[in-house]
């Protein structure tokens, strides 16, 4: 049978026989060679499991940041809709063709570098 310090030299060359290590010594390792080799790949860390700030919605305004309101009919810059309707859905909002009557939600409409909609106002 082979040695403890066959394997370490081993896994020390190959890092892919740590699961052979296992599976032949069990989960009671304590040796340091190991451990060291081992947390270059991060399998020993403590994960950080606190929550993340959520980032804030985008506000509701059009290209030329005017504030937009459930009823206002603006102009999609998007996915062909031509003139919309800003409605309210049960998960938001959305943009409704008045020529075709398909939605689109208003997060779609993101502009990801100005964080505003990609709609323009139609002012009557």
């Known amino acids: 049978m082979l040695s403890k310090d066959h394997f370490i030299n081993k896994i020390n060359e190959q890092p892919t026989t740590i699961a052979y290590y296992f599976a032949i010594f069990g989960n009671g ?3 340091p060679q190991l451990t060291k080799r081992v947390d270059m790949f991060n399998f020993f860390k403590k994960k950080n499991h606190q929550e993340q700030p959520k980032t804030p919605l985008p506000q509701l305004a059009d290209i030329n940041q ?3 309101q459930v009823g206002d009919v603006v102009e ?8 919309c309707k800003l409605i309210q859905v049960d998960k938001g909002y959305a943009y409704e063709s008045l020529s075709t009557g398909e939605q689109v939600s208003w997060l779609r409409m993101v502009d990801a570098i100005t964080q505003l909609q990609k709609v323009k106002k139609v002012m009557e």
């Open 66 to 68: 005017f504030p937009l």
């Open 29 to 31: 390792i304590n040796l």
């Open 76 to 83: 999609a810059l998007r996915y062909d809709l031509g003139k």
